[in-house]
């Protein structure tokens, strides 16, 4: 019993200096990881963060007309259409078929 005591020292730890470097090895793998994830969070949420610019970009607006209160409705830009499908146009006008 003496000897897994002298061995192991306090707390059943070994005494030497080689946990520690691991131990510090693990802590930079640790802290390179969470770089890391801190980039892709900030990746996966700029869309939404853009989609919610876009939409208070052309919310309506709440005014006053001839003494009334009515909403001022923002006329759609190209920049609101941007994810949408490309119209595909004829390669000969005569040809109806869009292709």
Known sequence: MASIIGRSGSGGMPCSAAPTAELAKQLQEVQAKRDELTIVERVLYRPAEQALADAAAVAPV???VAGRAVLLIPL??????????????????RDRSGG
């Open 76 to 93: 759609r830009s190209d920049a609101a259409n941007e994810g949408a499908l490309p119209r595909r146009l004829p390669q000969d006008p």
């Open 62 to 64: 709440p005014a006053k």
